[in-house]
């Protein structure tokens, strides 16, 4: 006991292996009991065991002629027996200078003779040994030492066996105790085990789940679906994964999601469905809420801009006409709360659009140095009131033309360069552009917007890009405002694959950076020349126009605005009065509202396009303004969409470009 004891080279990786057979410390069980009795019997031995050793100590997973249950490592034969992975034999535990003071060989059980050979897995990690012991010295012969390491080997397979069954018992208790439907399918398509959940879940006994092909419970109009996706296996897919309905025995169904993995070599397959019947129900609810909600929009969309284009529009017909100061002083005011009010409506209905992910950005030719000018344009006025210089610049490295979306971009330019005015009360307000990278088809830019203005707290630029929320402001300063300008900006900016960052100082000024990255465009071709007189007082002499509106006050606005520039005008207060003019009379332009009584512009268009054959140039008048409006008038034969409120100048130009397109 003198000497160093033996660790074997590999012991980390053997006490890892021991522990994973999670053996130490179990209840004697017969089968290892069988073979220290063998051994004993095969050595006419008084003491044979089969021990483990961690390292700390020796315990005996079974033992005959001992009481104790195990000793310390230290003290042990075995010890030296998984170190050299043969037998050991030691004849006379007195004459090797290894044990002669070991207090197992100087006390009970006094041992004189040991023969051991170590357990030894498929990886070469010595666990333990299955040994005889005697309190006399004597000798093993040959065929003694052969049985007991064929012993030890048995042993090995009971462990790694027990292993195998432990594992197995631990699948088939997830297997019994699983709140999803589990089965296992054979080639046939005939469940061969279910567990306890499939049955509970349908309702089936398992001799009914177990005599008719798995697909007989699947809803008839999810058959195809599941057979095309089981073929994949077929066809070498690891698994797959497919949603369907699964018949109750009452004859009702579930929703389900299953993952599928094929078992080749056992002809069979692995199955696991989800309930996914209450995620269905919600989706389904959610949907009819959002439904609900865009009708809800819709209607108020168009109950508010309906009057608000009659407001806007006889507004900015005043603005022609002799006026005392009073009176400019009134009509601007009204101006000003109609175009505010119109902004909070378009505010709400852009942020409803771009939540419900149906914004289409489209892709046109763009002047970059023009996208700048006409969003500054519209703060001009204001920044000049204000004594802010309005200032903006190009990098040199900028492509001329770009493609994109010219109504996003310019939403985005302007809610920034006009929030900056807004909160801008002395100094500037500057708009520069820079090429942060560029080759031949894609231009990085940032769109810089800064201003010398009140500034944001640190706190509050963590929070201005929420919907509805704004930087606090000082009590004696209220800038007014629904918060959600920034929120739109961020998610415009966002769906166009780009970013916003905000950088600011408490009373120093504030500067956002918008990072796109948009494709080079080529310099458009200019458009034709027209018959159309555009720069004639009267614009539209002598075009005859069909207006298809139910709105007494609007029916006023269109006539005013149309006469103004020289068109001739007809009414149909309905959609039946529209298509029956149609067919009477030829007209150069029909401009047509969407929400009549009788019959709708969508029916009026339909029946005029493929009942009537007339080409008519068709321009939807809406009050109308939500997601995918446009796409359907287009859809329904209309050749272009302008939606209420609007100005003269917009509808006139609206129908030249019909004209010219014409």
Not at 330 to 345: E, M, Q, R, T, W
Not at 591 to 612: C, F, H, S, V, W
Not at 630 to 645: F, H, L, Q, V
């Amino acid at each position: 006991m003198s000497q160093s004891l033996p660790i074997p080279p590999n012991e980390e990786e053997r006490l890892k292996a021991l522990a994973s057979y999670q053996i130490m410390d179990t209840l004697a069980e017969k089968e290892f009991d069988n073979l220290t009795r063998i051994a004993s019997h095969i050595f006419d031995a008084p003491i044979a065991l089969i021990t483990l050793l961690d390292d700390e100590r020796q315990w005996f997973k079974s033992k005959i002629g001992l009481e104790a249950e195990g000793t310390p490592r230290e003290v042990s034969f075995c010890q030296y027996a998984i170190v050299d992975g043969e037998t050991l034999i030691v004849n006379d535990a007195h004459e090797d200078k290894r044990f002669e003071d070991n207090p197992l060989v100087t006390g009970n059980p006094n041992i004189r003779f040991y023969a051991g050979h170590p357990i030894t897995n498929e990886q070469g990690h010595s666990l333990g040994t299955l040994c005889v012991i005697d309190d006399k010295p004597r000798s093993a012969t040959p065929e003694q030492i052969e049985l007991l390491k064929g012993l030890a080997e048995t042993a090995m397979s009971l462990i790694a066996c027990r292993k195998i069954n432990y594992r197995l018992e631990i699948y088939k208790r997830f297997f019994d105790e699983s709140l999803n439907l589990m089965c296992i399918v054979d080639m046939q398509g005939i469940c061969r085990e279910i567990n306890p959940f499939f049955m509970k879940k349908l309702g089936w006994e398992q001799s009914q789940l177990l005599s008719r092909p798995l697909m007989d419970f699947f809803h008839p109009d999810d058959q195809e679906q599941a057979y095309a996706q089981l073929a994949k296996l077929n066809e070498g897919e690891p698994a797959v994964e497919f949603e369907n309905r699964l018949r109750k025995k009452d004859g009702s169904y579930i929703w389900v999601q299953w993952n599928c993995q094929p078992d080749p070599a056992a002809g069979q397959m692995f199955a696991i469905a989800y309930d996914i019947t209450p995620l269905k129900e919600k989706n389904a609810a959610l949907h009819e809420a959002i439904h609900h909600k865009d009708i809800f929009l819709s209607n108020m969309s168009h109950e508010i801009r309906t009057p608000m284009n009659a407001i806007i529009g006889f507004s900015d017909l005043m603005e022609r006409t002799k006026l005392g100061p009073t009176q400019r002083e009134y009509l601007d005011a009204i101006s000003v709360a109609g175009n505010n009010l119109l902004a909070i409506i378009n505010d709400i209905l852009d942020l409803s659009k771009i939540e419900a992910g149906k914004i289409d950005l489209e892709s046109k030719p763009l002047e970059l140095k023009k996208v700048i000018q006409d969003a500054i344009k519209l703060s001009q006025s204001r920044a000049e009131e204000k004594g802010l210089r309005l200032r903006a610049s190009l990098d040199m490295n900028a492509p001329e033309y770009i493609m994109g979306d010219p109504t996003r971009l310019h939403q985005i330019l302007v809610n920034l360069i006009s929030n900056a005015v807004k909160f801008t009360n002395e100094g500037s307000v500057t708009v520069d552009v820079e090429v942060k990278d560029r080759d031949e088809e894609h231009a990085g830019l940032c769109f810089k917007v800064s201003d010398t203005g009140i500034g944001i707290s640190e706190e509050d630029q963590e929070r201005i890009f929420n919907r509805f929320e704004q930087a606090r402001q000082p009590k004696e300063v209220l800038f007014g405002g629904t918060g959600l300008g920034l929120s739109i900006v961020k998610m415009l900016v966002e769906l166009h694959g780009g970013h916003i960052e905000v950088e600011s100082q408490l009373g120093e000024g504030t500067t956002f950076s918008c990072y796109l990255r948009l494709p080079i465009a080529q310099s458009p071709e200019k458009p034709k020349a027209t018959n159309v007189d555009t720069n004639s007082p009267l614009k539209l002499s002598g075009v005859r126009i069909l207006l298809a509106e139910d709105n007494k006050l609007n029916q006023k606005l269109g006539s005013f605005a149309l006469k103004n520039n020289g068109a001739i005008v007809e009414f149909a207060e309905d959609g039946e009065a529209a298509v029956e003019m149609a067919q009477k009379q030829a007209y150069d332009i029909i401009l047509m509202d969407l929400q009549m009584p009788k019959m709708n512009g969508y029916k009026a268009t339909e029946e005029i396009r493929k009942n009537l054959k007339v080409n008519t140039p068709i321009i939807a008048c809406t009050a109308h303004s939500l997601v995918g409006e446009r796409t359907k008038c287009i859809e329904a034969g209309m050749n272009d969409y302008i939606s209420k409120p609007y100005t003269e100048a917009v509808l006139i130009e609206v129908i030249q470009q019909a004209l010219r397109e014409k």
